[in-house]
């Protein structure tokens, strides 16, 4: 019977978000709170659940479910003194389940961690609270304290032993939750003696086969507080590599948390005795092979990749064995050899590109390793010189990859983009009668009966998708907002042309509701975290939507001339458009002769002056050019940024496991 109850309220908060639940906890602790206040007098009663008056006396069974009952609501209440009171009386404690959850399997341990009540949970783990009781999600202490940033909160949980392995009911475990621009906290998640993995590789071989190449500047936008729990679990490779990446600062036990001047010195200790030396080619950071093998090893780490990746640590094996090899190469033998080497593997991957050029995940994998070994390169003193050519090559293997990318989400964005933006309605609006609808007395209200299953919605979740692919191959972040912006560009120009060619479009009515359709777009891009100048590229459709929405109101010649002005992105002959062509709807207010007559006689000025100049193709154009590409570089250098402005190249590491060096021996003939 507790299991059957304790479903619905799993169901009814399975897709909470952080912010939701909160909400709801909060919303529990106040009516906790007036439920206490109560307890004074000889009875205790609420309006939907009836307490039998409880004392401190010797206990029988229905009194000890009172005590556990009383005590989980002064606990989640955050009453220390109440619980310390009932936790010291031997009589009352024998009665308490101190791991015990309420009615929505909430623990007290939970309730401090989520809330921040430090004072609460050091009192609970003293008298014996399970340091990784879950709630009914299966979230941990940790995990809430973690997700909230209670950075105090945490270090006592890890110091009393908390699991950062344990997994929740969907798998996921505290890195999961992680804020990586909160280096306090990702520094005391990274000291964890209990989970901590023996290997007999040292430290600096396990953590930066995995370092993440995406952690620059641009982390600002890998993380948001009140993202729901799928988005979470979508980032959870992420947060991994950048959990792996922070090991490498905690070789040194002591931390000075208000010395950083101290801080930065252990750094500095810590870093040369796991720095690769880019100056010089030392015997254990190069891949020694036999030129008879070469052929064997590239197959094996490029035409033999597999989808979806066995380990994530695997993202980077292309690029780091191809480097190590190609050091081997130049400092050891020959150049035809390093040719052999750059050239066979470019060769292979430009194959392996084309052969993949719908699959967004090879993609994704081939642009991280392109661009991460391009890094090398030019990292590399030795190479950096003897290696131009194939520099310029792996750099239009990038842009290329990147255009596969752009191109085929495009196409699918195409073929949803009319009834996802055009076509849904937000708010349904009937009676909208125009003026040239003759036959609107005897039209059939059968389409509006069907409503549409695809929604802005549906642009979001394909952008999302996109977004989350390339994110958990590592992709690096500028890279990715070049992508968005490319992307973003491209529904404007279809919107706006698709608008702007039809007349039936061209209403204030129609604009409206796409209007409210482009804002799932604008929220979309702020709840993701991503720079506001991608918001720029939606301008031209939303000064389009603006303009017909007030058109008819524009009465005045010197009110319509100074509202258009600000309208910076359209031209004379798209204004012009959205006059000549705009549909009325009966009862509206036509635009006067003067502006329609000043409106046409700017197109034709600027017309004639562009014709004057040679410039045809100008801002006279009344369509947008939507196969437009904007500029696209590829990032080569300051590729990370770990912590507040501190650049750490020096953790870009390439590094090949154990666990690859001996597939590559055993792969050979």
């Not at 401090?112 to 009540?117: D, I, N, P, V």
Request: aromatic share 8%.
């Amino acid at each position: 019977t507790t299991l059957l109850a304790q479903e619905p309220v799993k169901n009814k908060y399975e897709d909470m978000s952080f912010e939701e639940m909160s909400q709801h906890m909060a919303e529990s602790n106040r009516q906790i709170s007036a439920m206490l206040s109560s307890t004074t007098s000889s009875t205790l009663s609420t309006s939907s659940i009836e307490i039998e008056p409880i004392t401190f006396e010797p206990a029988d069974e229905g009194e000890e479910i009172n005590y556990n009952r009383l005590f989980t609501r002064t606990a989640s209440s955050g009453n220390v003194e109440k619980v310390r009171e009932m936790l010291s009386d031997e009589t009352i404690r024998s009665s308490i389940d101190i791991n015990a959850g309420d009615n929505d399997g909430t623990p007290p341990l939970i309730y401090a961690a989520c809330f921040g009540k430090t004072e609460m949970a050091k009192l609970l783990i003293q008298y014996g609270a399970h340091i990784d009781v879950q709630d009914s999600f299966g979230w941990s202490a940790l995990m809430w304290a973690t997700n909230n940033g209670h950075e105090q909160l945490v270090k006592i949980l890890m110091d009393a032993g908390a699991s950062a392995t344990t997994r929740s009911a969907k798998g996921r475990t505290v890195f999961d939750f992680v804020n990586t621009e909160n280096q306090k906290l990702v520094d005391i998640l990274a000291i964890n003696p209990r989970d901590s993995v023996s290997s007999t590789s040292s430290l600096f071989y396990r953590t930066t086969g995995s370092v993440s190449s995406n952690s620059t500047d641009n982390d600002y936008y890998y993380h948001t507080h009140d993202e729901s729990l799928q988005d979470v679990e979508l980032r959870k490779k992420l947060f991994e590599d950048t959990m792996a990446l922070a090991n490498d600062y905690d070789n040194d036990d002591e931390e000075n948390e208000s010395d950083e001047e101290n801080e930065q010195e252990r750094e500095e200790e810590d870093i040369p005795d796991n720095a690769f030396h880019w100056d010089t080619c030392r015997p254990d950071q190069m891949f020694v092979f036999n030129s008879n093998d070469l052929d064997g090893i590239l197959d094996r780490v490029i035409n033999m990749v597999e989808f979806p990746l066995n380990d994530q640590q695997d993202i980077h094996v292309p690029s780091n064995v191809i480097f190590l090899s190609a050091r081997f190469a130049h400092y050891f033998s020959s150049a035809e050899l390093l040719y052999q080497v750059l050239e066979g593997a470019l060769y292979r991957i430009s194959a392996t590109i084309k052969f993949n050029s719908r699959n967004i995940h090879a993609l994704a994998f081939w642009t991280n390793n392109l661009t991460r070994l391009l890094f090398y390169l030019k990292k590399d003193s030795g190479l950096v010189v003897v290696t131009a050519q194939q520099q310029l090559q792996i750099s239009e293997l990038i842009s290329e990859i990147y255009n596969m990318i752009i191109s085929d989400t495009e196409k699918r964005l195409h073929k949803i983009i009319d009834p996802a933006m055009l076509e849904h309605e937000e708010i349904k609006v009937d009676g909208v009668d125009f003026t040239d609808e003759w036959h609107r007395f005897f039209r059939s209200r059968k389409s509006a009966e069907q409503p549409t299953s695809i929604t802005p919605q549906s642009i979001t979740r394909l952008l999302s998708s996109t977004l989350v692919v390339l994110r958990s191959f590592d992709v690096h972040p500028i890279i990715i907002i070049q992508a968005l912006a490319q992307f973003f560009h491209f529904i404007s120009c279809e919107l706006f042309n698709r608008i702007l060619t039809n007349k039936k479009l061209l209403c204030r009515s129609k604009a409206m509701q796409v209007r409210m359709n482009i804002s799932h777009l604008e929220d979309w891009i702020s709840l993701q975290r991503l720079p506001n100048h991608l918001l720029s590229y939606l301008n031209p459709i939303i000064q389009l939507l603006q303009l017909l929405q007030c058109i008819t109101h524009l009465t005045d010649l010197a009110e319509f001339i100074n509202t258009t002005k600000s309208f910076d992105t359209l031209n004379s002959a798209q204004v012009k458009r959205c006059i000549l062509s705009y549909r009325y709807e009966v009862n509206e207010v036509r635009i006067p002769d003067e502006i329609e007559k000043y409106a046409m006689q700017c197109a034709e000025d600027i017309a004639r002056h562009k014709h004057e100049h040679d410039n045809e193709e100008g801002d006279s154009k009344e369509t947008r050019d939507t196969k437009f590409m904007l500029p696209f570089s590829v990032p080569t250098t300051h590729m990370i940024s770990f912590g507040e402005n501190q650049t750490d190249e020096q953790h870009i590491i390439p590094v090949i496991s154990e666990e690859w060096l001996t597939t590559l021996d055993t792969a050979q003939p």
